[in-house]
Nanobody, 117 residues
Framework: QVQLVESGGGLVQAGGSLRLSCAAT????????MGWYRQAPGKQREMVAV???????NYVDSVKGRFTISRDGAKNTVYLQMNSLKPEDTAVYYCNANFDWSSVSYWGQGTQVTVSS
């Protein structure tokens, strides 16, 4: 079994910052890519940022220059530093992890991020 435990969400004013963390535990052998997705009310879940085992990153255009994804391989943890937050960033943020040995994608329980104007 794989567990993804997220933390760091909350309420912040526009222009503020938050840092999300997601720790992978359990059967985490050959952890591959990790990432963050978000889902706002009435909208589909979208990819926010992804980082591969080798450190290659990819971001949705709307967060480029404001968000930074990073990972600590020793801790099997992925982070999302979110700066210059906007009200449109308000959503539930989900951690995602993929492994070499499985075609199944694993998800965290989600953490709420609310940005007030």
């Amino acid at each position: 079994q794989v567990q993804l435990v997220e933390s760091g969400g909350g309420l912040v004013q526009a222009g503020g910052s938050l840092r999300l963390s997601c720790a992978a535990t359990g059967n985490i052998f050959r952890l591959n890519s990790m990432g963050w997705y978000r889902q706002a009310p009435g909208k589909q879940r979208e990819m926010v940022a992804v980082i591969t085992r080798g450190g290659t990153t990819n971001y949705v255009d709307s967060v480029k220059g404001r968000f930074t994804i990073s990972r600590d391989g020793a801790k099997n943890t992925v982070y999302l530093q979110m700066n210059s937050l906007k009200p449109e960033d308000t959503a539930v943020y989900y951690c995602n992890a993929n492994f070499d040995w499985s075609s199944v994608s694993y998800w965290g329980q989600g953490t709420q991020v609310t940005v007030s104007s």
